[in-house]
């Protein structure tokens, strides 16, 4: 979002450069013109003259948060590319005619670069679609879709079987492919596949949510929207509450701005939630939050959320998997994985009055086991035990929670050390170990990654001998801090420790459903309880 115009600039510059004669065209969004990336590309297009360069702005006026004009208003945008020193066509974006014709004077037109501002209607010929602003990132079911091509006047050109057909045995393929890549044990062991051992799923946003809702009388809080305000459950702030609404700012699509806004409050003694998916949260105001956030350590909150390849469909460019490394980088920062929408909910509440300074808390899309109960015990800042006692009818009660100060050695085999969503999996793992192969896992649950409770690490890797990490993330974000915390612990100099990580393995994340991206990643229990089972072997050899 908001660079395609930057990198179509360099390419209309390579052409001038090397006396190529082609044209460059790019296809941006209104709602994008919100980045600021968007005008810095707009000021060198006019400056350096591209008259080789065609951007065709889709101005549907709607963004996933509502009408433009509200989110962030953008007009007049004709002035502002004039200001900028382009050639403005305005015209009809489903009128073919005007379409044609505006191409061919920005072919022509000589001396600026052109932009085509083509007037359009979100969801264009389908009634129940045109200027939603919630089809923005949907598809619509099979009853949806019929009526759409029949109101589009499409269903006798496409062939719907043939195109099923070939989506079904492409799933076919690809749900063999994955079962294959999968470890095998006694039984199946995947979420809610046995007649006992259920859990109860939730998404750790909502955990977010209704800490906000709940706490949001607070005259002190202000939230942050940056367009995908209900996506990521920040909206629950003011959505039953409308006297707040005067305490949500919509920024936009503007993660930079926003965060530099949000150190503004903070300054006058606010405590400003600013939140996003992960992947923008911690990446693309990374500077922002190093230099003005971090460095004057402002009591500023990102919540980063969609972490994670369980996020799903969104693929690659949302799916946060190197925000650990950016955010436990950064000084002053204090950093937070809750494991499920309960602790999620503590998490926030915790960061949000009695931290102060910078914090980053993050948390999943999709729906994942709930593990913990109310009175769990949760301490920012120190690690919770968890042990598998034997199975029940409900998985969490499968399971003893405690604080990692309150905890006895039991002698266990192994550690599992572990945060966010990958708590419930390598408490699954514990679950294969022992009833597979009768071995003792100590679960760590890693929910605070700074300050980093180097305490409790040390002491599972001083009492089993093995340690595993398991994160949702690109291998190190959690398993470099546990490694170095345990190469550095003069504990345990000379005594031999076996370690391995669980985590996606320097690669970007695709679109799929959740649970088959836990499987194509290989971070799932299985994997994991793979893993232990092999150092375990190791360790018993040597």
């Not at 920040?234 to 699509?253: A, D, T, V």
């Not at 998916?277 to 911690?282: P, Q, S």
């Not at 971090?294 to 969104?314: E, K, L, M, Q, R």
């Amino acid at each position: 979002m908001g660079q395609g115009l930057s990198i179509a600039n360099g390419t209309a510059l390579a052409a001038k450069l090397d006396k190529k004669d082609y044209h460059v065209y790019a296809l941006t969004g209104d709602g994008e013109h919100q980045e600021g990336q968007i005008w810095e590309a707009v000021m060198e297009a006019g400056h350096y003259k591209l008259d080789n360069l065609i951007n065709i702005i889709d101005k549907n006026r709607l963004q996933i948060d509502g009408w433009v004009e509200e989110v962030m208003n953008i007009d007049p945008i004709v002035d502002k590319y004039k200001a900028f020193n382009w050639n403005v066509i305005e015209i009809d974006g489903h009128n073919m005619k005007e379409i044609l014709e505006a191409f061919e004077k920005a072919r022509n037109f000589k001396g600026k670069p052109s932009v085509i501002v083509a007037h359009t209607v979100k969801g264009k010929g389908v009634s129940f679609m045109e200027n939603v602003a919630g089809w923005h990132g949907k598809s619509p079911v099979c009853e949806q879709m019929d009526k759409a091509l029949e109101e589009l006047g499409l269903q006798k050109k496409l062939d719907r079987d043939r195109l099923f057909k070939k989506a079904d045995d492409y799933q076919a393929k690809v749900s063999v492919e994955l079962e294959a890549k999968m470890p095998k044990f006694k039984k199946d062991y995947f979420w809610n596949k046995q007649p006992n051992m259920k859990v109860k799923m939730d998404p750790t946003r909502l955990g977010f949510g209704r800490a906000l809702e709940e706490k949001g009388d607070d005259e002190r809080i202000i939230c942050l929207g940056a367009d995908i305000s209900g996506s990521i459950a920040i909206s629950q702030f003011y959505e039953k509450h409308p006297e707040r609404k005067r305490r949500f700012l919509s920024m936009g699509i503007a993660e930079q701005s926003g965060t530099g806004v949000a150190a503004g409050l903070a300054k006058e003694g606010k405590l400003p939630i600013f939140g996003t998916y992960g992947v923008f949260a911690a990446g693309r105001n990374l500077d922002q939050l190093r230099t003005t956030v971090c460095y004057g350590n402002f009591n500023v909150f990102i919540a980063g959320a969609h972490g994670g390849v369980s996020v799903g469909p969104d693929g690659a460019t949302h799916q946060a998997l190197e925000d650990l490394f950016q955010m436990c980088g950064l000084p002053n920062m204090h950093v937070s994985v809750p494991c499920d929408s309960i602790e999620t909910k503590k998490a926030t509440e915790f960061l949000l009055f009695n931290v102060k300074g910078p914090k980053f808390l993050r948390f999943a899309r999709e729906a994942t086991p709930i593990v913990t109960f109310d009175d769990t015990p949760f301490v920012f800042g120190e690690a919770n035990i968890i042990r598998y006692r034997g199975e029940e009818q409900e998985f969490i009660h499968a399971f003893e929670t405690m604080l990692s100060s309150q905890y006895k050695s039991e002698n266990e085999d192994l550690a599992i050390i572990a945060c966010g969503p990958e708590v419930p999996e390598a408490m699954r793992a514990a679950w294969i170990l022992k009833e597979d192969f009768g071995i003792e896992t100590r679960v760590v649950n890693l929910h605070t990654l700074k300050p980093l409770d180097k305490k409790t690490i040390i002491k599972a890797a001083l009492e089993t001998g093995t340690v595993i990490t398991a994160e949702e993330h690109q291998v190190g974000g959690l398993g470099n801090w546990v490694s170095s915390a345990i190469l550095e612990a003069k504990e345990i100099y000379k005594k031999p420790v076996l370690f391995g990580m669980i985590g996606v393995k320097d690669r970007f994340g695709e679109s799929g459903q959740p649970w088959e991206l836990i499987k194509e990643f290989e971070v799932s229990a299985e994997h994991i309880a793979q893993k232990a089972k092999e150092l375990y072997d190791l360790k018993k050899s040597s």
